[in-house]
T-cell receptor, first 112, second 114 residues
């Protein structure tokens, strides 16, 4: 079973920031938080991951709470092409149990 | 990152037949994963295919139904055997390049069984 919970769907206006929340209250100390997105009928696209510090790259920012029980993915200026299903996943970085376990994600609709 | 090519991208198959999906990576990777995504569902891991060892299958998936080959560090195949309409899914190949701690996905192979 997935170790994360996310809202089923969200809307965002084009050009505004999209803030996608994720709860992972049972996360272990060595588990990373990963975010992927899947645009309809395509393979999942890696966005960002982090352990406890906030992370930023050219696609998004990842804010992880101090207790690591939740995180938020921020798309700073959402465009119509950001419409996709966004998945939050926790994963250990090494060992035999490193597989990604996928939940149902958040379906983000960016509206003009 | 890694560039992952899957073939075929789409196919329509007759029930009872088998289809082999190919996955080619542009760099050598130790760990490769095969996923299935049924319509409207999330991704489910079928098996982990590491070069030089037998594939490790997840609960509910068996080698007779989904045989996997991993002949080298850049290539793998997944066969869907004796297909039924319930096998209609997107099948996804993914890899974890060494030292990257991130998994990357191919574009998927969309199979429809009629």
């Amino acid at each position: 079973d997935a170790k994360t919970t996310q809202p089923t769907s969200m809307d965002c206006a084009e050009g505004r920031a999209a803030n996608l929340p994720c709860n992972h209250s049972t996360i272990s100390g060595n588990e990373y938080v990963y975010w992927y997105r899947q645009i309809h009928s395509q393979g999942p696209q890696y966005i960002i991951h982090g352990l406890k510090n906030n992370e930023t790259n050219e696609m998004a920012s990842l804010i992880i709470t101090e207790d690591r029980k939740s995180s938020t993915l921020i798309l700073p200026h959402a465009t119509l092409r950001d419409t996709a299903v966004y998945y939050c996943i926790v994963r250990v970085p090494a060992g035999n149990n490193r597989k990604l376990i996928w939940g149902l994600g958040t379906s983000l609709a960016v509206n003009p | 990152s890694a560039v992952i090519s899957q073939k075929p991208s789409r196919d329509i198959c007759q029930r009872g037949t088998s289809l082999t999906i190919q996955c080619q990576v542009d760099s050598q990777v130790t760990m490769m994963f095969w996923y299935r995504q049924q319509p409207g569902q999330s991704l489910t891991l079928i098996a982990t295919a590491n070069q030089g060892s037998e594939a490790t299958y997840e609960s509910g998936f068996v080698i007779d139904k989904f045989p996997i080959s991993r002949p080298n560090l850049t290539f793998s195949t997944l066969t869907v055997s004796n297909m039924s309409p319930e096998d209609s899914s997107i099948y996804l190949c993914s890899v974890e390049p060494q030292g990257v701690n991130t998994i990357y996905f191919g574009e998927g192979s969309w199979l429809t069984v009629v």
